[in-house]
Protein backbone atom coordinates (compact mmCIF):
# COMPACT_ATOMS: atom_id res chain seq x y z
CA UNK A 1 0.00 0.00 0.00
CA UNK A 2 1.61 3.65 -0.76
CA UNK A 3 0.89 6.64 1.23
CA UNK A 4 -2.24 8.08 1.11
CA UNK A 5 -2.19 11.86 1.00
CA UNK A 6 -6.21 12.09 1.67
CA UNK A 7 -5.34 11.72 5.35
CA UNK A 8 -3.40 15.29 5.35
CA UNK A 9 -5.19 17.05 8.23
CA UNK A 10 -6.44 14.14 10.12
CA UNK A 11 -6.60 14.03 13.65
CA UNK A 12 -6.52 11.19 15.60
CA UNK A 13 -8.36 10.07 18.85
CA UNK A 14 -6.49 11.11 22.04
CA UNK A 15 -4.43 8.17 23.48
CA UNK A 16 -4.18 7.00 26.53
CA UNK A 17 -3.02 9.15 29.81
CA UNK A 18 0.32 8.71 30.72
CA UNK A 19 1.02 8.78 34.37
CA UNK A 20 4.37 10.35 34.88
CA UNK A 21 5.93 8.83 37.34
CA UNK A 22 9.22 9.97 39.93
CA UNK A 23 10.78 6.54 38.44
CA UNK A 24 10.14 7.04 34.45
CA UNK A 25 11.52 10.70 35.00
CA UNK A 26 14.70 9.51 37.14
CA UNK A 27 15.59 6.65 34.47
CA UNK A 28 14.54 9.34 31.62
CA UNK A 29 16.80 12.11 32.70
CA UNK A 30 19.36 9.36 33.31
CA UNK A 31 19.43 8.18 30.12
CA UNK A 32 19.88 11.52 28.67
CA UNK A 33 22.08 11.97 30.59
CA UNK A 34 20.21 15.39 32.41
CA UNK A 35 22.11 16.02 35.84
CA UNK A 36 19.94 18.77 37.33
CA UNK A 37 18.64 17.72 40.92
CA UNK A 38 15.21 18.72 40.35
CA UNK A 39 14.75 15.50 38.26
CA UNK A 40 16.19 13.17 40.66
CA UNK A 41 14.99 14.89 44.11
CA UNK A 42 11.62 15.98 45.36
CA UNK A 43 13.01 18.82 47.21
CA UNK A 44 15.01 20.48 44.66
CA UNK A 45 12.32 20.60 42.47
CA UNK A 46 9.95 22.08 45.35
CA UNK A 47 12.63 24.49 45.73
CA UNK A 48 12.08 26.03 42.51
CA UNK A 49 8.26 25.82 42.55
CA UNK A 50 7.45 22.75 41.20
CA UNK A 51 5.00 20.15 42.69
CA UNK A 52 7.53 17.34 42.18
CA UNK A 53 10.56 16.12 39.76
CA UNK A 54 10.95 17.63 36.79
CA UNK A 55 12.00 15.85 33.57
CA UNK A 56 14.05 16.70 31.02
CA UNK A 57 12.88 18.76 28.17
CA UNK A 58 12.65 15.52 25.98
CA UNK A 59 10.36 13.65 28.07
CA UNK A 60 7.70 14.77 26.11
CA UNK A 61 8.79 12.40 23.38
CA UNK A 62 7.54 9.42 25.81
CA UNK A 63 3.80 10.77 25.08
CA UNK A 64 4.30 12.06 21.78
CA UNK A 65 5.39 8.27 20.68
CA UNK A 66 2.57 6.78 22.11
CA UNK A 67 0.21 9.58 20.41
CA UNK A 68 1.65 9.10 16.77
CA UNK A 69 1.35 5.27 17.03
CA UNK A 70 -2.05 6.07 15.86
CA UNK A 71 -0.82 7.48 12.83
CA UNK A 72 1.60 4.65 11.91
CA UNK A 73 -1.16 1.99 12.82
CA UNK A 74 -3.58 3.95 10.50
CA UNK A 75 -4.34 1.32 7.42
CA UNK A 76 -5.97 4.52 5.52
CA UNK A 77 -2.38 6.21 5.76
CA UNK A 78 -0.79 3.46 4.46
CA UNK A 79 2.52 4.00 6.56
CA UNK A 80 4.69 0.82 6.06
CA UNK A 81 6.79 1.36 9.09
CA UNK A 82 9.33 -0.78 8.09
CA UNK A 83 10.51 1.71 5.57
CA UNK A 84 10.36 5.07 7.91
CA UNK A 85 13.24 6.93 8.95
CA UNK A 86 13.06 9.97 11.11
CA UNK A 87 13.75 13.22 9.90
CA UNK A 88 13.25 15.39 12.48
CA UNK A 89 11.91 16.38 15.33
CA UNK A 90 10.73 19.62 17.24
CA UNK A 91 9.48 20.64 20.94
CA UNK A 92 7.52 23.89 21.75
CA UNK A 93 7.04 23.44 25.43
CA UNK A 94 4.28 25.46 27.34
CA UNK A 95 4.85 23.97 30.60
CA UNK A 96 6.99 21.98 32.67
CA UNK A 97 6.30 18.12 32.98
CA UNK A 98 6.46 16.98 36.60
CA UNK A 99 5.89 13.73 37.91
CA UNK A 100 2.18 12.85 39.27
CA UNK A 101 0.76 14.36 35.99
CA UNK A 102 -1.28 12.35 33.63
CA UNK A 103 -0.59 13.57 29.71
CA UNK A 104 -2.39 13.22 26.70
CA UNK A 105 -0.95 13.44 23.38
CA UNK A 106 -3.51 13.50 20.40
CA UNK A 107 -1.92 13.30 17.45
CA UNK A 108 -2.93 15.48 13.77
CA UNK A 109 -1.18 13.98 10.29
CA UNK A 110 -0.26 17.98 9.52
CA UNK A 111 1.87 17.15 6.04
CA UNK A 112 2.13 14.58 3.61
CA UNK A 113 4.67 15.23 0.71
CA UNK A 114 4.69 12.58 -1.97
CA UNK A 115 7.92 12.42 -3.09
CA UNK A 116 8.26 9.56 -6.25
CA UNK A 117 6.47 6.50 -4.62
CA UNK A 118 7.85 7.82 -0.87
CA UNK A 119 6.59 10.70 1.33
CA UNK A 120 7.58 13.27 3.71
CA UNK A 121 5.01 12.67 6.59
CA UNK A 122 4.63 15.71 9.40
CA UNK A 123 2.62 15.10 12.32
CA UNK A 124 1.50 17.63 15.27
CA UNK A 125 1.01 16.41 18.53
CA UNK A 126 -0.37 18.42 21.52
CA UNK A 127 -0.08 16.98 25.19
CA UNK A 128 -1.94 18.27 27.96
CA UNK A 129 -2.16 17.16 31.54
CA UNK A 130 -5.10 16.06 33.33
CA UNK A 131 -6.15 19.54 34.13
CA UNK A 132 -5.88 20.28 30.19
CA UNK A 133 -3.18 22.38 30.89
CA UNK A 134 -0.87 22.32 27.81
CA UNK A 135 2.62 21.25 28.16
CA UNK A 136 4.19 20.32 25.05
CA UNK A 137 3.97 20.76 21.18
CA UNK A 138 5.89 18.37 19.34
CA UNK A 139 6.14 18.27 15.25
CA UNK A 140 8.12 15.15 14.35
CA UNK A 141 8.63 14.39 10.39
CA UNK A 142 9.36 11.14 9.10
CA UNK A 143 10.86 10.02 5.93
CA UNK A 144 8.81 7.06 4.31
CA UNK A 145 10.94 5.81 1.53
CA UNK A 146 9.57 4.43 -1.36
CA UNK A 147 9.20 0.68 -2.09
CA UNK A 148 11.88 -0.72 -4.16
CA UNK A 149 10.77 -1.95 -7.70
CA UNK A 150 10.04 -5.71 -8.29
Known amino acids: MSISAEREGHTYDP ?32 RLGHADLVAPPSFAVVVAQRAEAAVINDPAAGIDFSRVVHAEERFTHHAPITAGEALTGQTTLDRIRVMGGGAMVTTVTEITNQDGQAKSTVTSSLLVRAEEES
Open 15 to 46: AQPYQVSREAVREFAAAVKAEHPAHFEPEAAV
